[in-house]
C-alpha cells in the first residue's frame, strides 16, 4: 500500500481531534472546579449572612413569593 494523500488527511485529522479533546478536558475540569468552589463560597456566605445564593446574586425577590408578586417579577402571585 502507498500513502496516499487521503491517508496522510486522515491522520491529521485524527492527531487535532486528539489535541482538541485534551484541550476540552482541560478546560471542562477548570469549569467543573470553578463551580464547585462558588458554591461552596455560596454557601459559606450564606451560613455567614443568612441570605441564600440567590439573595447573594440578586435575585432574592424572584424566589420570595410576596416580593416577587409586588414587584411583579412574576405574572402570578403564590
Do not use: W
Not at 21 to 30: A, G, H, N, S
Not at 36 to 46: H, R, S
Not at 51 to 64: E, K, N, P, R, S
Request: net charge negative.
Amino acid at each position: 500500500m502507498t500513502n496516499t494523500p487521503a491517508k496522510d488527511q486522515l491522520l491529521d485529522t485524527s492527531a487535532e481531534q486528539l489535541n482538541l479533546m485534551e484541550q476540552l478536558k482541560r478546560v471542562e475540569l477548570f469549569n467543573g472546579r470553578a463551580a464547585m468552589l462558588g458554591i461552596v463560597i455560596g454557601i459559606v456566605v450564606e451560613g455567614l449572612t443568612g441570605f441564600g445564593i440567590a439573595h447573594q446574586i440578586g435575585l432574592g425577590a424572584l424566589v420570595d413569593g410576596y416580593a416577587a408578586c409586588r414587584t411583579q417579577f412574576l405574572p402570578f402571585c403564590f
